[in-house]
């Protein structure tokens, strides 16, 4: 393709300027030229896609990284993982403009649809969806948005196409791994992330803010007076509480990020793409849905369970993962200071100790 564009070029540089042939070569050359940006896209699209399996061989931080990579590679305003899940099509992942920012409102899930890929034109916009299509199944849908003026984004179907394949072949491969090292990356007891595959999440997300490419939210989670409520009321409840715990987090994270047990009743989110104000909200979000969890003891009575929230966010209070945490982690113990039960952020942290951090 690169000599014919450059056989057009020297024809069309000899061309009397404005003349039908010189207009015909013209448009020849524009769309060899647009033929070699969308390849070029399509490279670099796909060659992203590709390490979002090799940092994570799990399906839901695998579609998360899928996710944010294609919408950052083709600029487009929202992208969002559907998945079949016993049947049920529900969203494991997406990537979206912040709320700051006008875009289109998301869509609902995709119901009776067939293999066959759609292009939508919104009032606002435009709505690409795809199936995630293998050889014998549908494991789901991969829908994309781009602003009404990116008129190029129908030119570009082939493009969607490709990428929703790769994207398929990946997260075939992902539910492939995970059925065998479900054990390995997840805590036994509450099902969310363990320790270690948060750190490596992390470990990768900073990488992305070192590049000065996105946001980053860390929130730090403890819940209050555990021990004392474990020696009261024995471990079986203990174990009651981490799980109802672990899915209050869950839903409040939904796919906005990971949630993770960091260790004991200590827990972790991840948050990609997150400034300060989006952070803030899923924090508050998820203190709210701890505050629903409630123990009934066997002798009568309730006894409502609470928790302290801290949270830090790069690349304005660091970059490197340590620094992330232990930033949150002073704003955890700030909060856990002043009367436990709420969120507490970095400027709530004594700045000696802050300094310090």
Same mark, same amino acid.
């Given at each position: 393709?690169?000599e ?18 010189e207009?015909?070569?013209r448009?020849?050359i ?7 940006e969308?390849?070029?896209r ?53 990537a ?58 129908l030119?570009?179907r ?5 990428v929703?394949?790769? $994207?398929? %072949?990946?997260?075939?491969?992902? #539910? +492939?791994?995970?059925? &065998?090292? *479900?054990? =390995? ?10 320790h ?19 946001n ?8 209050d ?8 009321y ?22 906005k990020?990971?949630?993770a ?7 972790? $989110?991840? %948050?990609p793409?997150?400034?300060? #104000? +989006?952070?803030e909200? &899923?924090? *508050?979000? =998820? ?30 209070w660091?970059v ?7 930033v ?30």
């Amino acid at each position: 393709m690169s000599e014919n564009l450059f056989d057009k070029i020297l024809k069309w540089r000899l061309l009397p300027f404005d003349s039908p042939e010189e207009q015909i070569h013209r448009e020849a050359i524009a769309i060899s030229v647009n033929q070699l940006e969308t390849a070029e896209r399509e490279s670099l699209v796909l060659k992203r896609i590709g390490t979002a399996f090799n940092l994570h061989q799990t399906v839901q931080p695998a579609a998360l990284h899928a996710a944010h990579t294609i919408k950052g590679a083709l600029n487009l305003l929202s992208v969002r993982v559907w998945i079949y899940d016993n049947g049920k099509l529900v969203s494991i992942a997406s990537a979206h403009q912040s709320p700051s920012k006008p875009g289109l409102k998301p869509a609902q899930a995709p119901e009776k649809m067939s293999n066959m890929a759609i292009w939508e034109v919104w009032e606002d916009g435009f709505r690409a969806l795809l199936p995630l299509h293998l050889t014998d199944r549908n494991i789901g849908y991969l829908e994309l948005m781009a602003p009404r003026e990116q008129e190029k984004f129908l030119l570009e179907r082939s493009l969607h196409a490709t990428v929703a394949e790769q $994207l398929a %072949l990946v997260l075939q491969s992902a #539910q +492939l791994f995970e059925s &065998v090292e *479900l054990m =390995a990356t997840s805590d036994p007891l509450t099902g969310l992330s363990n320790h270690r595959s948060m750190q490596d999440f992390l470990r990768e997300q900073c990488e992305e803010l070192k590049s000065g490419r996105k946001n980053l939210g860390v929130v730090m989670v403890d819940v209050d007076h555990f021990r004392q409520f474990n020696e009261a009321y024995g471990h079986d409840a203990g174990d009651f509480v981490l799980k109802s715990v672990a899915n209050a987090l869950a839903k409040a994270v939904g796919e906005k990020g990971m949630a993770a047990r960091y260790g004991g009743e200590e827990f972790t $989110l991840i %948050l990609p793409s997150a400034d300060e #104000q +989006l952070t803030e909200i &899923v924090a *508050l979000s =998820a203190l709210d849905h701890i505050r629903r969890v409630v123990y009934h003891p066997k002798a009568g009575g309730e006894k409502p369970i609470t928790a302290s929230l801290g949270y830090s966010f790069g690349p304005q209070w660091g970059v490197h993962p340590q620094k992330l945490l232990k930033v949150a982690d002073n704003a955890l113990y700030a909060a856990k200071h002043t009367g436990r039960n709420k969120v507490c952020g970095p400027d709530d942290v004594p700045k000696e100790k802050q300094n310090a951090a």
